[in-house]
């Protein structure tokens, strides 16, 4: 552990910015709602109306789950349980992978190494930053939470809730790191886990299968039950979890060389074929999108299995006035789940894209993407090469989710296909924004790339709450997705295709902007 302190200080430097962030509007977000929500139901009765209308949502459920207590304490519990874990997972993955393999993978970690620091430094400074900082946002949102008038016991076990979230994705991160040697490949498995937790979740609510609940990280930040009889010992569960899979990453990483990952790459053939830039390219990407695909088509069918009787389950008249309201009179409930689920899984879908649309970035900080290009490939066939692969990669996920959730569901693989590919322009502006930054400010891309994505989220759920409308609300492309399996009245082509063109103008400035730059070696 020899140079731990140092470490520490280093990655607070290199993160300056996105940690206060990333604390900061994770620590509002729940005062913001608990102040929405004693605003929009002033008394008991308007809230208890609420949870019985959200008892009886299939696509709340699978959300958020059910209320626990009908009051402004367990409303915003709720409301952001699943959510803040959701966000603050996502950004803790990037941030152990940040400090973790892609210091093994850019060389950095070597040069540190060969100094006074001990072997299980670097992982031991990225896992006590990142666990602090989910601690202080939750220690942060107490005071303004007691200060709506909410109980302080409560509001701290919604805070240290909301930190346990983090915590386990932090520590998942910490052992993807451990098994492959590149970084893109350990996000995507930790994204990965982390979208089956949340399915198993989803399942054990919308689905009825109560025991799931507890096989999952997102299920036990819930079982807390904060405002709604204060379940302390949970978070035993999430303290033990954590600890054993720390455990495990300092265990793995003594059996693996530096650089390294526990899951050896294979040799390739003595003699070369790959042809060109695009042979690379598609070399480096097809076991990361094969690993997506398999784990969103299972995804998908877990889901269209779920949603399968839920018509039948749920045919009451309260049920059915609400898909009356949200899809028309000929909506399904089974369809109205369908949507809100995909647009989350849409989302995961465009963190996928982001490994993806990254992977140059991740070629030219490790010096490999000179080298290449001191032969005859020129740069916009190399940019290109790993840009195709991160606009097609999405269409390959979405497409696969759709037809298993389609094909377990009702058998009507085209209509639900089509419906979650009406997502791929909202993930290809996700995409564009990454190449843009790639093109014009290569050492912050990774970094505001996802944070961009986690904002789109925060966008999304503010909305929610009616905090968010008008111009910002507009900031999301996923909120100009038209409903397909709903029957949109409006037409889906101008939306669609404006979206396309934005994605298409963004990715031009960013290969253009990488035209007009130095190659930078490193991030």
């Given at each position: 552990m020899t140079g731990t302190w140092a470490l520490i200080r280093l990655v607070l430097r290199r993160d300056r910015v996105l940690l206060p962030v990333w604390i900061v509007i994770s620590a509002v977000l729940p005062t913001s709602i608990a102040s929405a929500t004693a605003d929009l139901y002033a008394d008991q009765a308007a809230r208890d109306a609420f949870a019985a209308a959200s008892a009886g949502n299939p696509a709340q459920l699978a959300m958020r789950g059910h209320i626990y207590d009908a009051s402004v304490g367990g409303l915003t519990a709720w409301t952001l349980g699943s959510s803040?874990?959701?966000?603050?997972?996502?950004?803790?993955?990037?941030?152990?992978?940040?400090?973790?393999?892609?210091?093994?993978?850019?060389?950095?970690?070597?040069?540190?190494?060969?100094?006074?620091?001990?072997?299980?430094?670097?992982l031991a400074a990225a896992l006590a930053v990142v666990l602090a900082a989910n601690l202080l946002l939750g220690v942060l949102s107490v005071p303004a939470l007691v200060a709506t008038g909410l109980p302080t016991g409560s509001s701290v076990l919604f805070g240290l809730s909301t930190a346990g979230g983090g915590w386990v994705f932090a520590a998942v991160a910490a052992v993807t790191a451990q098994l492959t040697s590149s970084s893109g490949t350990a996000r995507g498995i930790a994204i990965a886990v982390g979208g089956l937790f949340f399915a198993l979740r989803s399942l054990a609510d919308a689905g009825g299968i109560g025991w799931l609940a507890w096989v999952s990280p997102f299920g036990w930040v819930r079982l807390t039950k904060p405002y709604a009889g204060d379940q302390w010992w949970v978070l035993g569960l999430i303290v033990v979890f954590v600890a054993a899979l720390a455990a495990a990453a300092f265990a793995l990483s003594t059996r693996r060389d530096l650089a390294g990952g526990l899951v050896s790459t294979r040799p390739g053939p003595a003699t070369g074929t790959l042809s060109g830039a695009f042979g690379l390219a598609g070399q480096l990407h097809r076991g990361t999108l094969a690993g997506f695909a398999i784990g969103f088509g299972l995804l998908g069918a877990l889901l269209g299995v779920a949603a399968r009787g839920l018509d039948a389950q749920l045919d009451t008249p309260q049920f059915r006035e609400l898909a009356a309201t949200v899809g028309g009179a000929d909506a399904h409930i089974s369809d109205v789940f369908f949507t809100f689920v995909m647009y989350v899984l849409s989302q995961l879908v465009t963190g996928a894209a982001l490994v993806s649309a990254l992977r140059a970035r991740t070629e030219e900080a490790a010096g490999r993407a000179e080298l290449l290009l001191s032969t005859p490939v020129g740069r916009m066939r190399w940019a290109l090469s790993h840009l195709v692969y991160a606009m097609a990669g999405p269409v390959l996920l979405l497409a696969v989710l759709g037809a298993m959730a389609g094909l377990a569901y009702d058998g009507d693989v085209a209509r639900v296909t089509v419906a979650t590919l009406a997502y791929l322009p909202a993930v290809w502006i996700v995409v564009g924004i990454a190449t843009l930054l790639f093109g014009v400010l290569p050492r912050s891309a990774v970094a505001v790339s996802w944070t961009v994505l986690g904002l789109f989220l925060v966008v999304d759920l503010l909305a929610e709450f009616k905090l968010a409308t008008g111009v910002v609300l507009n900031l999301s492309p996923f909120v100009h997705v038209p409903a397909?399996?709903?029957?949109?009245?409006?037409?889906?082509?101008?939306?669609?295709?404006?979206?396309?063109?934005?994605?298409?103008?963004?990715?031009?400035?960013?290969?253009?902007?990488?035209?007009?730059r130095d190659l930078v070696p490193s991030g």
């Open positions: 803040l874990a959701m966000i603050g997972g996502l950004v803790s993955i990037l941030l152990v992978i940040r400090h973790t393999r892609v210091e093994e993978e850019t060389g950095r970690r070597e040069l540190l190494t060969s100094g006074v620091v001990g072997r299980h430094a670097p397909l399996l709903l029957g949109d009245a409006s037409s889906p082509v101008p939306p669609l295709l404006g979206l396309t063109a934005l994605a298409a103008a963004l990715a031009a400035a960013g290969l253009a902007g990488l035209r007009r």
